[in-house]
């Protein structure tokens, strides 16, 4: 007999990750006409810049955002890049697949983590115009492959469309998107902004812009070392949950647990296997794909009883006080730069991570003309890229919110000064698949405020320093103008040659002078 259930769940239908984000395009941030358009941008960017820093290669990225016809919301980008380009048979995968890529398993600082971005990408163009994509990449193999590639929706994969194989000694990657409904402009939600803001963070590339009347701009390489390729940091026993620990088992290709643990874990002796298994009472030289839920519970629960040496924070790629400060005076001018670079510190009980955070006071700093000119502006980064979009719900914006201005002689609606932070770690912790926002984790709100208050205590000093001087030069001004007077009446009154006065006036102002007259 048929039941209502039977009939209602004839309905019940499996759908594909590609599907999910086909109807939730917007979890991936594509709303709006601008933020479409300047996300596009982020992940082809994004990934152009990992490649080459993975590669070693000095990042020369270009972007070409034209018009297509009459309709100014029609727009075809490329972005093209000269990293390590991509193997042929990856391409369906890499353009083509949701949830695929070389970054989502590995604990590497880069700005890619999901294997979303690019595919997410192509998902709009082809939601909007209808169009593939059109990827040229080489490796430098002697072979230039082009290829059209969609993604087939229902599977989750990449359908080829057209191939082309040219010899070309090029070597790179160069995608290009045909968008509708997409808007250009130079706002501070547009390509131009987020360009000019990564190019602050990454000091060591060279990005072009051409914008679509045609006006070329290129924001140039400011200091010539490329950063050491990322290196991978394992887990942290300590970090872990009984989850992460059975998923690590299972793809593990090691014998035993134990071996699974001493190669998948940082800072996991032999000595410290013996003393996880002691604790628990789970033994570990069982197979990695025979352990329970319960015995991943005890195995971590001993972990966090345990004394390990404190993770290893190596892997991380800060930008560096240095080129931070040399970047905020190249795009504002300003009066005064500070940018500081905190030791590594953890959240989540065992996942490293650094802030960095830079001021830039006067010049250009601060917030622009078109927001009422004046105040206190925020650039946030995520390992060197910029986060536009979701400020609000951002722990860099509440840290920043939360810190007493007022104690540093600053004010957030006057001051002309623009904060730079930048967040470094292998695992960033988004508060949603568009990665615009970082969560709130209580170390990490922590780190921000003290980053914010040793700069601001710096910019405090000079600030004083300014004042004392402006101080003093009024005051030198008073005895400049009415000093020589006094001497010259003094000395015609009781008859003398009017002396030299220079020597006094350096000694009570405590600046050089000419002596007035
Ligand atoms: N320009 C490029 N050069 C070389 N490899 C690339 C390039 N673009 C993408 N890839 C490869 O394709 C994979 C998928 O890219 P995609 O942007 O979808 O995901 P991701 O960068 O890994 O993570 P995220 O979703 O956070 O961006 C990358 O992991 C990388 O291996
Ligand atoms: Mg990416």
Same mark, same amino acid.
């Given at each position: 007999?048929?039941?209502?259930?039977?009939?209602?769940?004839?309905?019940?239908?499996?759908?594909?990750?590609?599907?999910?984000?086909? /109807?939730?395009?917007?979890?991936? #941030?594509?709303?709006?006409?601008?933020?479409?358009? =300047?996300?596009?941008?982020?992940?082809?960017?994004?990934?152009?810049?990992?490649?080459?820093?993975?590669?070693?290669?000095?990042?020369?990225?270009?972007? @070409?955002? /034209?018009?297509?016809?009459?309709?100014?919301?029609?727009?075809?980008?490329?972005?093209?890049?000269?990293?390590?380009?991509?193997?042929?048979?990856?391409?369906?995968?890499?353009? !083509?697949?949701?949830?695929?890529?070389? *970054?989502?398993?590995?604990?590497?600082?880069?700005? !890619?983590?999901?294997?979303?971005?690019?595919? !997410?990408?192509?998902?709009?163009?082809?939601?909007?115009?209808?169009?593939?994509?059109?990827?040229?990449?080489?490796?430098?193999?002697?072979?230039?492959? @082009?290829?059209?590639?969609?993604?087939?929706?229902?599977?989750?994969? #990449?359908?080829? +469309?057209?191939?082309?194989?040219?010899?070309?000694?090029?070597?790179?990657?160069?995608?290009?998107?045909?968008?509708? @409904?997409?808007?250009?402009?130079?706002?501070?939600?547009?390509?131009?902004?987020?360009?000019?803001? =990564?190019?602050?963070?990454?000091?060591?590339?060279?990005?072009?812009?051409?914008?679509?009347?045609?006006?070329?701009?290129?924001?140039?390489?400011?200091?010539?070392?490329?950063?050491?390729?990322? $290196?991978?940091?394992?887990?942290?026993?300590?970090?872990?949950? %009984?989850?992460?620990?059975?998923?690590?088992?299972?793809? &593990?290709?090691?014998?035993?647990?134990?071996?699974?643990?001493?190669?998948?874990?940082?800072?996991?002796?032999?000595?410290?296997?013996?003393?996880?298994?002691?604790?628990?009472?789970?033994?570990?030289?069982? /197979?990695?794909? $025979?352990?329970?839920?319960?015995?991943? $519970?005890?195995?971590?629960?001993?972990?966090?009883?345990? *004394?390990?040496?404190?993770?290893?924070?190596?892997?991380?790629?800060?930008?560096?006080?240095? +080129?931070?400060?040399?970047?905020?005076?190249?795009?504002?001018?300003? @009066?005064?730069?500070?940018?500081?670079?905190?030791?590594?510190?953890?959240?989540?009980?065992?996942?490293?991570?650094?802030?960095?955070?830079?001021?830039?006071?006067?010049?250009?700093?601060?917030?622009?003309?078109?927001?009422?000119? #004046?105040?206190?502006?925020?650039?946030?980064?995520?390992?060197?890229?910029?986060?536009?979009?979701?400020?609000?719900?951002?722990?860099?914006?509440?840290?920043?919110?939360?810190?007493?201005?007022?104690?540093?002689?600053?004010?957030?609606?006057?001051?002309?000064?623009?904060?730079?932070?930048?967040?470094?770690?292998?695992?960033?912790?988004?508060?949603?698949?568009?990665?615009?926002?970082?969560?709130?984790?209580?170390?990490?709100?922590?780190?921000?405020?003290?980053?914010?208050?040793? %700069?601001?205590?710096?910019?405090?000093?000079?600030?004083?320093? /300014?004042?004392?001087?402006?101080?003093?030069?009024?005051?030198?001004?008073?005895?400049?103008?009415?000093?020589?007077?006094?001497? *010259?009446?003094?000395?015609?009154?009781?008859?003398?040659?009017?002396?030299?006065?220079?020597?006094?006036?350096?000694?009570?102002?405590?600046?050089? &002078?000419?002596?007035?007259?």
């Amino acid at each position: 007999m048929k039941t209502l259930a039977d009939e209602l769940f004839r309905e019940f239908r499996e759908h594909s990750v590609s599907e999910f984000f086909r /109807k939730n395009a917007a979890m991936l #941030g594509y709303t709006g006409k601008v933020r479409s358009l =300047t996300t596009v941008i982020h992940e082809a960017v994004t990934n152009s810049l990992d490649a080459c820093e993975e590669a070693g290669i000095p990042p020369d990225v270009v972007v @070409e955002i /034209k018009r297509m016809d009459e309709d100014p919301e029609h727009l075809r980008v490329a972005v093209e890049d000269n990293g390590p380009g991509i193997p042929e048979r990856f391409i369906p995968s890499v353009f !083509g697949k949701m949830l695929a890529g070389t *970054k989502l398993h590995r604990m590497l600082q880069q700005r !890619g983590q999901q294997g979303i971005g690019i595919s !997410g990408a192509v998902m709009f163009a082809q939601i909007t115009s209808g169009k593939p994509a059109l990827v040229r990449t080489s490796t430098g193999d002697g072979k230039v492959v @082009e290829v059209e590639v969609s993604i087939n929706v229902d599977r989750n994969e #990449g359908e080829i +469309h057209t191939k082309r194989v040219v010899e070309g000694k090029w070597k790179g990657t160069r995608i290009e998107l045909e968008l509708k @409904e997409v808007s250009y402009q130079r706002s501070r939600y547009s390509p131009f902004h987020y360009l000019r803001m =990564t190019s602050v963070a990454n000091p060591h590339a060279r990005i072009t812009l051409e914008e679509p009347d045609g006006n070329r701009m290129v924001f140039e390489r400011v200091v010539k070392e490329v950063p050491k390729p990322p $290196e991978p940091m394992p887990l942290y026993p300590k970090g872990l949950m %009984a989850d992460d620990l059975l998923i690590l088992c299972r793809a &593990s290709k090691s014998r035993t647990v134990a071996g699974t643990l001493t190669a998948e874990l940082s800072r996991m002796t032999r000595q410290k296997v013996e003393e996880a298994e002691r604790l628990s009472g789970v033994r570990l030289d069982k /197979k990695p794909r $025979e352990l329970t839920w319960e015995e991943a $519970e005890r195995i971590v629960k001993a972990f966090k009883q345990m *004394k390990f040496m404190a993770p290893s924070s190596s892997g991380l790629r800060p930008i560096g006080r240095e +080129h931070i400060e040399k970047s905020l005076r190249q795009m504002y001018e300003p @009066e005064f730069a500070v940018a500081v670079t905190r030791e590594p510190k953890f959240y989540r009980g065992g996942i490293p991570f650094v802030v960095e955070l830079g001021m830039a006071y006067g010049g250009k700093a601060g917030k622009g003309e078109e927001e009422g000119g #004046g105040g206190m502006e925020l650039l946030r980064f995520a390992n060197r890229a910029p986060l536009v979009f979701d400020q609000g719900g951002c722990v860099i914006t509440s840290a920043l919110r939360d810190i007493d201005w007022g104690r540093y002689s600053l004010n957030p609606e006057l001051s002309p000064l623009t904060i730079f932070v930048n967040f470094c770690s292998a695992y960033v912790p988004y508060t949603s698949a568009g990665k615009q926002s970082i969560a709130d984790e209580p170390e990490i709100y922590e780190e921000l405020r003290f980053a914010a208050m040793d %700069a601001a205590r710096e910019l405090r000093f000079y600030l004083h320093r /300014k004042i004392r001087q402006r101080e003093r030069e009024q005051r030198a001004g008073i005895f400049e103008k009415f000093l020589p007077i006094i001497a *010259k009446r003094a000395s015609s009154l009781a008859g003398e040659e009017p002396p030299d006065i220079r020597p006094v006036l350096k000694k009570v102002t405590g600046l050089e &002078s000419d002596g007035g007259e």
